[in-house]
């Protein structure tokens, strides 16, 4: 299985950016979808998922309200879109899956990475 993400960039803060993760290799459709992120000095943390039919999405504390994630099966692909963005958001962004019953994820895109300046 390979995952492969895009749409990092240098942004100014308050704007937007789109990521986008597309799969192969596999059976998309049986996969959680997942974005984490990496600061640098920091350790990876969760942004966000969503179920393997988009029918839920769960988002962490601090980015909540500002960032949605989408995924469309058809083309294999997920989205997170990211508005207002801050500062505090630069970091490199993976995509991540993993099958429905699984507990962790067990593949990684090789990540993308995003600046916001202030």
């Known amino acids: 299985v390979q995952l492969q993400a895009s749409g990092g960039g240098l942004v100014q803060a308050g704007g937007s950016l789109t990521l986008s993760c597309t799969v192969s290799g596999g059976t998309f459709g049986d996969y959680v979808m997942g974005w984490q992120r990496q600061a640098p000095g920091k350790d990876r943390e969760d942004v966000s998922s969503i179920t393997s039919t988009g029918s839920r999405s769960v988002y962490s504390d601090s980015v909540k309200g500002r960032f949605f994630i989408s995924r469309d099966n058809a083309k294999n692909t997920v989205y997170l879109q990211m508005n207002n963005l801050e500062p505090e958001d630069t970091a490199v962004y993976f995509c991540?899956?993993?099958?429905?019953?699984?507990?962790?994820?067990?593949?990684w895109g090789q990540g993308t990475l995003v600046t916001v300046s202030s």
């Open positions: 991540a899956a993993k099958e429905r019953i699984a507990v962790r994820y067990a593949f």
